[in-house]
């Protein structure tokens, strides 16, 4: 059974950057496509990125040119990093399998932008 544990969030400026990391346990990551999602107060939860199995990336309208999507294969990590950050861009963040998440959810790691 897979675990995952998202983190690396928190409060940050407009403008701002941070890296977030989802660390897996009981599945090697690199043989899946995986995505991190996104969920904003009073919203549905909505995919931002995805790295495919040959590590091709796809992002959403409102992630690129400002996001990129990674893995560490050796750590069994994925990882997000967030760069020229909006008070749109504040939701708990999670990783999942993607295009559709099959794994149970993990707890998410909350990003907050804000001045």
């Known amino acids: 059974q897979v675990q995952l544990v998202e983190s690396g969030g928190g409060l940050v400026q407009p403008g701002g950057s941070l890296r977030l990391s989802c660390a897996a346990s009981?599945?090697?990551?690199?043989?899946?496509?995986m995505g991190w999602y996104r969920q904003a107060p009073g919203k549905q939860r909505e995919l931002v990125a995805v790295?495919?199995?040959?590590?091709?990336?796809n992002y959403a309208d409102s992630a690129k040119g400002r996001f990129t999507i990674s893995r560490d294969n050796a750590k069994n990590t994925l990882y997000l990093q967030m760069n020229s950050l909006k008070p749109e861009d504040t939701a708990v963040y999670y990783c999942?399998?993607?295009?559709?998440?099959?794994?149970?959810w993990g707890q998410g790691t909350q990003v907050t932008v804000s001045s």
């Open positions: 999942n399998t993607g295009v559709t998440p099959s794994w149970t």
């Open positions: 009981g599945k090697f990551l690199s043989i899946y496509t």
């Open positions: 790295i495919t199995r040959g590590d091709s990336t």
